[in-house]
Each structure stands twice: as structure tokens, then as C-alpha cells.
């Protein structure tokens, strides 16, 4: 599976961005996607997952109420919509595949595919 991730770039505070991963290749083998991100010097930390069969979702506490993922089945692709942006939602942002079940809890460890990586910056 290859994972291409885009939409990220500035934006101020209180902004939205949005995010795209495009999934091609063994995509039959996906079933779950997750966003992690990675601020400077801090742990890669895990943002949000989807169920890629049921639609299921899942947040960090960090992050409720202002992201929502979602999916589109026919198009093979995820996206991650960042609403009421803070500062602190600076990072790079890696979209992940999960291949092995459909648990959405994981950590970053148990994701079997990662994108490049997009940078979001957010201005206050």
C-alpha cells in the first residue's frame, strides 16, 4: 500500500485546513487509517482513526469536537478536516494504514503503512 498525503500549509488560528491521503496498491488490506502527527521534539502522537469497512471513528481528547475524519470508499481515499486550529496543532501530519484488524485504538506501532508526511502550521 502507498499512501500520498496532501492539503497541508498555514493557516491562522481559529483556520481550517484539510487533509487528503490517497491509498493505491494492496488496498484490499487496509482496514483502518489513522492520523498521527509529529511536533518538534516531541513523540509522534496519534490524532484520529477511521474504520475503513465500518465507518467507525475514533479521537484523540486533544483534538474532539474540532477534527472529524472520514473516508471515501470509491476513491480510495481518507481525510482529516481541522476545524477551530490552534497553535498547538502544529506538527507534521502522517496518514497510516492498519492491515491487520480493525482496531482503532492502536499506537503508531501497529500501523503497517505511513504516507510522507504533510506539514501543518498554525499561526496565532
Not at 33 to 60: C, D, H, L
Not at 102 to 123: C, M, N, P, R
Amino acid at each position: 500500500v502507498q499512501l500520498q498525503a496532501s492539503g497541508g500549509g498555514l493557516a491562522q488560528a481559529g483556520g481550517s485546513l484539510r487533509l487528503s491521503c490517497a491509498a493505491s496498491g494492496r488496498t484490499f488490506s487496509r482496514k483502518v487509517m489513522g492520523w498521527f502527527r509529529q511536533a518538534p521534539g516531541k513523540e509522534r502522537e496519534f490524532v484520529a482513526a477511521i474504520s475503513w469497512s465500518s465507518g467507525n471513528t475514533y479521537y484523540a481528547d486533544s483534538v474532539k469536537g474540532r477534527f472529524s475524519i472520514s473516508k471515501d470508499n470509491a476513491k480510495n481515499t481518507g481525510y482529516l478536516q481541522m476545524n477551530s486550529l490552534k497553535p498547538e496543532d502544529t506538527a507534521v501530519y502522517y496518514c497510516a494504514i492498519r492491515g491487520r484488524d480493525s482496531y482503532l485504538y492502536g499506537g503508531a506501532h501497529e500501523y503497517d503503512y505511513w504516507g510522507q508526511g504533510t506539514q501543518v502550521t498554525v499561526s496565532s
